[in-house]
């Protein structure tokens, strides 16, 4: 049986935080950003990570990765305990943080580029041949003689996942890598990640707040909300597990009252146009037929859930609701 | 051969990036070298040989120091007190290096950057328009030795304020005190050896005085024999203590560590 890239058993990480109570006085609050989590990442995964602003997703990555060490429970990266074995576990893994770069600012990316090897010991011959790989599928070339402070955004984030696979890792943590990039940038980044999973088997952990990213990329995501994994497992099993209203777009033929039917919110009117949420029990066609007894529609569209409303529904926290679609393992 | 030479060579390459600023710098650095040459002039016209200074030891002293504000960065200051703040150091704690070694290497790159660019015209200025000393050949030699050690020094002092920032969450307040203490106790305002009594002992025992006094004074030739290897042993210590002292505060912000900024 093959070791897990990831395994991580009631991981916690506890912090304290300070506030002002009085003139000179600070109170000390607990505070669990991580709050038990265990989840196992096999060798060939692509797995989101996904969760609400300060839900434990960085904390976890930083975990991961051995910046900050885990309070209590057990995580193993590699086979490796990460706050003890850093700098192994460093030349094994690539981590790309997308609000911020591990390139030189001021030098041209290539300069960047050959510390890296320097960093991470990479042999002459090999460098030489991953950075050719990465140039022609990052498209790097225009501006590989640019210092980084002249880079677009897109291409700066392209630079640094480079930087992240020049020793050709394992395992790839991504967090937010497409935060911020145009639409082109982004195809560009996630095509990247798609063929570096599927053609090298790089295991690859991804954070995003994208859920074209995930969409695209992501076959199982883990969601973390408020330290507690609430769910894991397939998106299509997200989607179907996790209720979300669909929405009825009805054109009348001329702008009317909003339209009130039991147990049917009516969320928008823009003149002829109404939207309708209906409640995941409700019957689409039954709802038509009965508008259509009393009004005069011209046209209608049944607008199915996407991953959006599904996530939107989490998020906004109702727990029970949410660790229904399928409970972990507490 | 590990990475940090090369850290030191991009650090370099980096902060020789802008050149035209670097020598606006060491043009502002003159003519401050020429305001404080007069004002000591006018006091050693009072006191000759004060502090065991001839005039041209204290004109000498003036625009060593004005060449050497840049190398050791005497204003204080290092960008990774910043990274601490906006989060960005997790870059650095990630990387396989210890991260004061790097920040040595990034430092020790910026200090030989500055020394190209910005230690030249005051010194050329001030032996062209003023009596100026030049050292001997071994004098020159130590000297090549004690601006490293300077440099190192002043770096582990800095790197103390910046580590700070794990802890105060601004450093504002620690750089304003450590500014006054360095210009004081470096020998940037007067040099070290006209401090009366117990106040310049202790003054040239901080390690303040191994950024600028030493090396001043290793360029005039002041120390000889074994008080030359002491002087230079006396930065070398204080170097091994802050940096050691560094190296126990990285310890503890990894262990108390918030990585701010998410």
Redesign the interface.
Same mark, same amino acid.
């Given at each position: 049986m093959p070791v897990a890239m990831i395994e991580a058993v009631d991981v916690v990480k506890a912090?304290t935080v300070r506030t002002r109570s009085g003139l000179l006085r600070r109170a000390r609050t607990p505070l669990r950003a991580v709050d038990g989590v265990s989840f196992a990442v096999e060798p060939g995964e692509f797995v989101g990570y996904l969760g609400p602003n300060g839900a434990g997703k @960085?904390t976890t990555i930083?975990m991961l990765?051995?910046? /900050? #060490?885990a309070t209590a429970g057990t995580l193993r990266v590699c086979g490796l305990d990460p706050s003890r074995r850093? #700098? @192994?576990l460093?030349?094994r893994i690539g981590?790309v943080?997308g609000q911020?770069?591990?390139l +030189? +600012?001021?030098?041209p990316l290539r300069?960047s580029l #050959?510390?890296v090897r320097? /960093?991470?010991?990479v042999e002459s011959g090999a460098h030489r041949a991953r950075l050719a790989e990465l140039t022609a599928l990052l498209e790097l070339e225009p501006f590989l003689d640019t210092?980084v402070r002249q880079l677009s955004l897109g291409q700066r984030m392209r630079g640094d996942l480079a930087a992240a696979l020049l020793h050709d890792p394992e395992l790839l943590v991504l967090d937010e890598p497409t935060i911020g990039l145009d639409v082109v940038s982004k195809a560009t980044v996630r095509d990247f990640l798609a063929r570096v999973n599927a053609e090298r088997g790089t295991t690859i952990l991804l954070t995003t707040h994208d859920l074209g990213d995930i969409e695209r990329l992501c076959r199982r995501v883990m969601i973390i909300d408020r330290g507690r994994l609430a769910y894991d497992g397939g998106l299509d099993e997200l989607r179907r597990t996790v209720p979300a209203d669909r929405v009825l777009v009805v054109e009348l033929a001329s702008p009317a009252a909003p339209i009130t039917l039991d147990g049917i919110e009516n969320v928008r009117v823009e003149g002829p146009r109404q939207w309708l949420r209906l409640p995941r029990s409700a019957n689409a066609a039954a709802v038509v037929a009965e508008l259509a007894r009393g009004h005069d529609v011209r046209d209608f569209s049944l607008r199915e859930p996407g991953i959006e409303d599904v996530l939107a529904g989490l998020y906004r926290g109702d727990h029970e609701y949410w660790c229904s679609g399928r409970p972990v393992a507490p | 051969?590990?990475?940090l030479p090369? !850290?030191w060579w991009?650090g370099l390459?980096?902060h020789s990036?802008y050149p035209l600023g670097s020598l606006t710098e060491a043009g502002t650095n003159t003519v401050f070298g020429f305001m404080r040459a007069y004002v000591l002039i006018a006091l050693w016209e009072v006191r000759p040989s004060l502090g065991g200074y001839a005039v041209a030891d204290a004109i000498t002293f003036c625009f060593i120091t004005q060449a050497l504000i840049g190398p050791v960065q005497i204003f204080g200051g290092l960008d990774l007190a910043e990274r601490i703040r906006n989060?960005?150091v997790?870059?650095d704690?990630?990387?396989? !290096?210890g991260m004061q070694g790097w920040w040595l290497a990034e430092d020790l790159g910026r200090a030989s950057a500055s020394l190209l660019l910005r230690a030249g015209p005051p010194l050329i200025a001030g032996s062209l328009f003023f009596p100026f000393r030049w050292p001997g050949a071994l004098n020159l030699a130590a000297f090549a030795v004690a601006v490293p050690l300077a440099v190192a020094v002043g770096f582990g002092m800095r790197y103390l304020v910046a580590m700070g920032m794990f802890w105060l969450h601004d450093d504002r307040g620690l750089n304003a005190v450590t500014l006054v203490m360095s210009l004081f106790f470096s020998g940037m305002i007067l040099p070290l050896v006209v401090f009366p009594g117990a106040l310049g002992t202790v003054a040239r025992s901080l390690p303040w005085a191994a950024q600028i006094q030493v090396p001043a004074d290793v360029f005039l030739g002041r120390h000889t024999g074994l008080g030359l290897a002491g002087a230079l042993g006396f930065q070398a210590g204080w170097a091994a203590v802050l940096l050691g002292a560094g190296a126990l505060a990285t310890r503890a912000a990894?262990?108390k560590? !918030? !990585?701010h900024g998410?």
């Open positions: 912090f @960085s930083k990765t051995g910046i /900050l #060490t850093r #700098t @192994s460093a030349r981590v943080f911020r770069t591990t +030189w +600012w001021d030098l300069d #050959t510390l320097r /960093l991470y010991r210092p | 051969m590990g990475v090369w !850290v991009y390459r980096r990036s989060g960005d997790a870059i704690l990630y990387r396989p !290096v990894r262990r560590l !918030v !990585v998410g």
